[in-house]
Nanobody, 125 residues
């Protein structure tokens, strides 16, 4: 399987914005989005697009949004009003076999079979 290519991480101050990009060489998967993992914590769902619906973690609602660019086969995570607690490695994830996720499954890593290499986001106060 060809993987996902991420970009856009970095070090910013609280209140700043970042945009993460996730691209695949061939497909814009119908279920695709972002997880993150902070040191010592489990991987958690951040934002997922699946079959026309979007799901966001409560901690990022109102601050993060998802968008896409079909021309470049990319999806983007727009992160605004970043907080220190947003510091983590962010992973792009996709489901390659057409699985649609819902309110109770979207944030389960087991439903995603293609992952990016991760990009670090560090937010300082």
């Amino acid at each position: 399987q060809v993987g996902l290519m991420e970009s856009g991480g970095g070090s910013v101050q609280a209140g700043d914005s970042l945009r993460l990009s996730c691209a695949h060489s061939k497909f814009l998967y119908s279920t695709m989005g972002w997880f993150r993992q902070a040191p010592g914590k489990e991987r958690e769902g951040v934002a997922i697009y699946s079959n026309g619906k979007t799901f966001f973690a409560d901690s990022v609602k109102g601050r993060f949004t998802l968008s896409k660019d079909t021309a470049t086969i990319s999806r983007f995570l727009e992160m605004n009003k970043l907080k220190v607690d947003d510091t983590a490695v962010y992973y792009c994830a996709a489901n390659s076999y057409g699985r649609i996720v819902g309110p109770t499954t979207w944030n389960n890593p087991a439903y995603y079979d293609i992952w990016g290499q991760g990009t670090q986001v560090s937010v300082s106060s």
